[in-house]
């Protein structure tokens, strides 16, 4: 009874590790099937796998035949077989990299056409109660102005922070410039600063279209592109609108076409004064004419550093025939227009900064 007992469990036993076997040599067998299906899938040769990036990278270089010199293991027969495939495959290899790119095509057929920096100068007066409404209004209408576009704005030094906050709000490229001399005359005080703006410009050498856009501008957004044209001098027509005569005058250049042949301004015939006071925002002109006159055929700047606006305005009106009329073709049509605000007004208007005009809670 105990030799059948034996014999049962030895026999358990060796079926237990036919089982094991069975299942080894199954896992094997599956594992060596997947590995050669995937074997299957990659490729035989270094060349298959960066024949694309060959190609692609050496696109500039054209096709040689390699001659028999060049090999010299290989016999007659070789080369004369190596010749016959190339000839019945050949490979077209582009000679240029624009061949096969659309989008290098694409981006040469576009013709970037560089623009002029235009330098916008505005000039500040002290204790104007207007001057934060127009700035933002001013800023509004250059933030509309396709760029290169740089603003130079000029104030008297003061304990109000008021335009610097202003500016860093605006989204526009700019320079804020504080002049330490004080005026009683407000007129003098704008020529002073324009006059600080200039000197600046020629310090640094800021190329551009300079052009002066008082706080009290109104402007046609084409006027910007018009004298993005100027290479020397270009000037306009401006409507000076006036609130409590009202009434438009007319200033600028009279033109024949696109050519300046007199002037419209007021003084043209005080011969005490033989340099006609034309509307500071009425021309704009090549900043390079400051540190560098002789490029246009002028002469060199005498006392640049106390007036240069004298010197501007006096080479304005010296060859009227190298002044370019804005717009083209129709010197006449008004793109600017200047609001006169009477003081009488201003002087009734509350003082922001003042204490008793605080926000309401």
Known sequence: MQKFRFREMGSVDRSKKRVQLWKKAAFHFILCFIMGFFTGFTPTSRTSIFSGFVIASNQSMKYQEISPEMQPSTSSQ?????????????????????????????????????????????????????????????????????????????????????VSEILRKTGVMYRHL???????????????????????????????????????????????????????????????????????????????????????????????????????????????????PERWGRPSIQDSSQNPMKFVQQVVLEDESKLKGIPEGDCSKIMLWNINIPRQIISHLPNPSSPSNGRRR
């Open 178 to 292: 504080v002049s330490r001399q004080t005026f009683t005359d407000p007129e003098a005080e704008m020529d002073h600063q324009r006059n600080f703006a200039l000197n600046h410009i020629e310090q640094h050498r800021l190329g551009g279209i300079v052009h002066f856009a008082g706080l009290s501008n109104f402007y046609d957004l084409d006027f910007f592109e018009e004298i993005r044209e100027i290479e020397v001098f270009g000037a306009w027509p401006i409507a000076l609108v006036s609130a409590n005569r009202q009434r438009v005058v007319i200033e600028g250049p009279v033109c024949d076409s696109s050519q300046v042949i007199g002037w419209n301004a007021r003084g043209t015939n005080d011969k005490a004064n033989p340099v006609a006071p034309i509307h500071i925002s009425s021309f704009a002109f090549n900043s390079s004419i400051l540190w560098d």
């Open 78 to 162: 070789e080369v004369t077989l190596n010749r016959s495939l190339m000839a019945e495959t050949p490979i077209a290899v582009p000679t240029n990299l624009r061949d096969s790119s659309p989008v290098e095509i694409a981006a040469e057929e576009i013709e970037l056409i560089p623009r002029k920096v235009l330098v916008i100068v505005t000039p500040t007066r002290s204790n104007d109660r207007l001057q934060g409404a127009l700035l933002r209004r001013m800023s509004t209408t250059l933030k509309l102005v396709p760029p290169p576009l740089l603003w130079i704005v000029v104030e008297s030094q003061s304990d109000s922070s008021e």
